[in-house]
């Protein structure tokens, strides 16, 4: 190309820019956007028209106008309408923008909720000067799973509840129905329990943390006092916040592995009796819950406050990483083992999940599990959460057992993101660039279509060992997240390299909520 082409060209583009300067990208991609000509501008605060059963999406909507600071033209008056249109699916929607009037038909709330949230981005990409200009269009939207997780320790680091909330609002913008919130770990408990105060009063803080990688030999420790914990009112807080975005809070309680803070407020709960510390590292720790009728009641009790703070429908108890070291050791374990008839420690973490199980269940819930809760025969109602691969979801499936996708090799997050690590902040290790994550595929080939159904979703795992800040929580989920939210939610997948332009388009959003977010795609490029 010569240079008066280039020119030509460039001219060409540059007002194209400026001719089309409209952004009607939404993430994840809607099933179906139709673009019409002539557009909506909105100068003011429109005028709200609702369904009653609507309220939180009109709610979310005014919030969001009054943000965005519009010039103050009082003579322009837009409409928007939540109504009610109960030919749509369970989180199906239908949002309209015309020249006069936006509308969003839902036949429940979250169907509006996510109406509203498309909606939501397309106004803050397309506001300048204090005005914002739609492009007439109709989208026509529903996800493709009906589990769509995000999960966060704060075991291993804490953050404050503003932080969860902030957390809670980019799963909300991208259509995530599900915060799984982990709770209780070795190295810290974090869910205020009246009735075993110690739980927070010693199982809530460590003494001292690593410093650098657990490969860094020899250890050293910050000494520290490093803890904390959520009160039953913050927690409250926190569900409400995100019930009126659309997102069900799942707690986790880990049992009976994980748990080495409990035992250090509780040593009668472990197999030795023996006083240890709260974990100052990171692992999996042979100190677990002791199999004895005396930790049932503990944890039941524990459960009765849980449930009393989280009204959906899965009580998470972990399951996973429980070595059983201690139980081959415990006359109490043996004697469960014996008495029950069992024929190994593998049976009894059975024993100990599906005892736990009938709890949970006779209170109307439904438990969640990482896959080790298959070894020694899954507990009949639970659902898996299959992340030491798929194998273990494939078994849950054929078992017709529900299942929820989080496979370690694309859905941690705390892997990192760049091959070059130099450049990175210090993570877990792994490499899963935005890339490997968008082309995951939640449905293994292996499995029938019949056991299809069973795969209700996926989950993407943020661990937080190595995230001491809430900064570097955003900086390892986004824009990684934006990537399975596409995966989870739509049924209409662009390209990767679609998705990429999308993903820089949608930068300017990331920057007005604040968000930390990483700039790898653009490191790829160089
Ligand atoms: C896990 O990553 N231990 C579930
Ligand atoms: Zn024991």
């Not at 909506?40 to 965005?68: G, V, W």
């Not at 080790?372 to 899954?378: T, W």
């Not at 959003?509 to 968000?515: Q, T």
Request: hydrophobic residues 35%.
């Amino acid at each position: 190309m010569n240079t008066l082409k280039i020119t030509v060209f460039f001219i060409f583009f540059s007002h194209i820019n400026t001719l089309f300067s409209q952004n009607n990208n939404i993430i994840p991609t809607p099933i179906e956007q139709r673009i019409n000509n002539g557009y909506l501008h909105i100068k003011n605060n429109p005028e709200i028209i609702t369904d009653y059963k609507f309220n939180s999406a009109a709610t979310l909507f005014k919030d969001a106008i009054k943000k965005l600071e519009l010039g103050a033209d009082n003579k322009t008056k837009n409409v928007i309408k939540f109504s009610l249109n109960k030919k749509l699916g369970i989180e199906e929607y239908i949002l309209s923008i015309s020249s006069d009037q936006i509308t969003v038909e839902a036949s429940t709330e979250a169907g509006a909720i996510f109406g509203f949230q498309s909606l939501n981005q397309l106004m803050n990409l397309n506001l300048k000067n204090g005005v914002i200009k739609l492009q007439n269009q109709i989208i026509k939207d529903s996800p493709r799973f009906k589990y769509r997780g995000m999960h966060l320790d704060v075991g291993r680091h804490m953050y404050p509840v503003e932080f969860i909330k902030k957390y809670i609002d980019g799963l909300a913008m991208l259509k995530f129905n599900n915060f799984h919130w982990h709770l209780t770990e070795d190295q810290g408990w974090r869910i205020e329990i009246e009735k075993y105060p110690e739980l927070n009063n010693v199982g809530s803080f460590r003494d001292s943390t690593l410093v650098g990688h657990y490969t860094d030999k020899p250890w050293q420790f910050e000494k520290t006092r490093y803890g904390g914990f959520y009160t039953k009112k913050e927690i409250n807080e926190v569900v409400r916040y995100a019930e009126k975005r659309g997102i069900n809070v799942i707690p986790e309680i880990e049992m009976p592995g994980h748990s080495q803070a409990a035992v250090s407020s509780y040593p009668e709960f472990g197999c030795t009796g023996e006083q240890v510390g709260v974990a100052p590292l990171w692992g999996v720790f042979k100190e677990i819950y002791c199999s004895k009728n005396e930790t049932f009641d503990f944890l039941e009790d524990i459960i009765d406050e849980v449930i009393e703070l989280f009204p959906g429908k899965y009580i998470h108890i972990g399951g996973d990483e429980a070595p059983k070291t201690n139980w081959k050791a415990c006359g109490n374990c043996q004697n469960v083992i014996n008495r029950e008839k069992l024929k190994d420690e593998h049976e009894l973490q059975s024993y100990f999940i599906t005892r736990m199980e009938k709890y949970i269940n006779g209170k109307g819930k439904q438990i969640i599990g990482w896959d080790e809760i298959l070894e020694g025969g899954l507990a009949p109602n639970a659902t898996v959460m299959s992340w030491r691969g798929v194998t273990g979801g494939i078994e849950a499936a054929k078992m017709n057992q529900e299942v929820i996708m989080t496979p370690n090799a694309t859905c941690y997050f705390d892997h990192y993101q760049a091959k070059n690590t130099s450049n990175e902040p210090l993570a877990i290790g792994g490499y899963t660039p935005i890339e490997e994550i968008y082309n995951y595929e939640p449905i293994p080939d292996e499995l029938d279509d019949s056991l299809h159904k069973y795969i209700i979703g996926a989950q993407g795992n943020v661990w937080t060992e190595y995230m001491k800040t809430s900064k570097q929580v955003e900086y390892m989920v986004f824009p990684r997240i934006l990537a399975l939210s596409e995966v989870v939610w739509t049924k209409n997948k662009p390209t990767f390299e679609n998705f990429e332009k999308k993903v820089k388009d949608f930068y300017p959003l990331l920057d007005k909520m604040e968000i930390n977010y990483s700039k790898h795609l653009e490191r790829l490029e160089e």
